[in-house]
């Protein structure tokens, strides 16, 4: 009787929940003192430290066993219609997870952006997009010729993608525009127990907020791989939206000692400001692709063709699902946020070498 009532007024705090998380979320500025920069990092790195020394994906492990639970529950509660327990036992399992999402790592959605933390403008001029586009392409063929002679020749990396991986697990710092220095201590990088399936979703990795594990598709090119791992590395210091990951991932990828990671990342903001240069003016970005190395190209048609290999009539929904995700979290550009990246480039490096 007990357990039974206990179990309703868990699957009821679900509505409080909702409109507490949403209430705190109006107040980015505590979010981000109090809980981004406050409790978070404490629990971020209790997290890395008991998960990150296993050589597996244990966040996929625990994944794989919760689906399995859920399906015998789902399937003995329907068998023996106890459509009641089913009901109040599925809102108190959200309840939970709810919580859970939140205090672990979700509240990081609703902290002071980056775009207002370094006080930029978020006006862009035509100008200015072509002109730095021309910059990073230039930077681009440079960061190719430094691990590839042949500039007729893609890059391969002397390493397999556990060895890449590890190469993050040290100590270093990035200089953020507004001064501050975030620290990188060694992170919990993991390729993916689902790689195969993340393919098919059309997805390069994801942060698992229940253990604090980065996870990269491991099937994916590589120099795709070492830019998703400085990616996810990112959500991992609390930068859950996308376009600030991007953003913190690009700088730690860049800075890094590693001239094969420099290289992903380059590749990496190379892609989406083409992507921004084609959409206003693609003369001009049939121009600025002839003006780079024919081995990045290859680089570039290698990824296409892999993500093409995977495209299936379900990858539209997955990317819907997640679009809807990130509104639900107040990023209300979804999944288009991604190209916030672009401006957050633009605003603080234009013009910087």
Known sequence: MFYGHYKKLLALSILPQIWLVKTIGQYPAWVEQYYSQGIYPYISTAMRYSFGYFPFSVGDV?????????????????????????????????????????????????????????????????????????QLLAELNQKHAAVQADSAK???????????????????????????????????????????????????????????EAQSNGIMPMYKLAFTAAHEQ???????????????????????????????????????????????????????????????????KKSNAFWEAYQNPLEPLFKSSYDAFLKANAQTQGILSYNGFVALLLQNHYNKQ
Request: positive net charge; proline residues 4%; hydrophobic residues 40%.
């Open 62 to 134: 625990l994944y794989t066993i919760a689906s399995l639970l859920i399906i015998r529950f789902v399937y003995r509660q329907i068998r023996w219609r106890h459509w009641a327990n089913l009901i109040w036992s599925s809102l108190a399992s959200l309840a939970m997870v709810y919580a859970l999402f939140h205090i672990l790592w979700g509240f990081n959605y609703y902290r002071t952006p980056l775009q207002e933390q370094f006080g930029n403008t978020p006006n862009i001029s035509q100008k200015q997009l072509l002109d730095y586009s021309q």
């Open 154 to 212: 893609g890059v391969k990396l002397p390493y397999d993608r556990k060895q890449l991986l590890q190469l993050y697990q040290q100590q270093y710092h990035i200089q953020l525009p507004n001064g501050r220095l975030e620290s990188l201590q060694p992170m919990s990088n993991k390729l993916s127990v689902y790689s195969k399936m993340l393919s098919y979703m059309g997805y390069s990795g994801y942060l698992n907020p229940f253990t604090g």
């Open 234 to 300: 990112a959500h991992q210091l609390g930068y859950a939206a996308e376009n600030e990951a991007n953003y913190i991932g690009y700088l730690a990828a860049s800075s890094h000692p590693n001239k094969y990671i420099q290289y992903g990342a380059k590749m990496a903001a190379a892609s989406y400001i083409l992507g921004s240069v084609y959409t206003i003016d693609s003369l001009a970005y049939k121009k600025q692709i002839q003006q780079l190395r024919p081995g990045i190209l290859q680089d570039f």
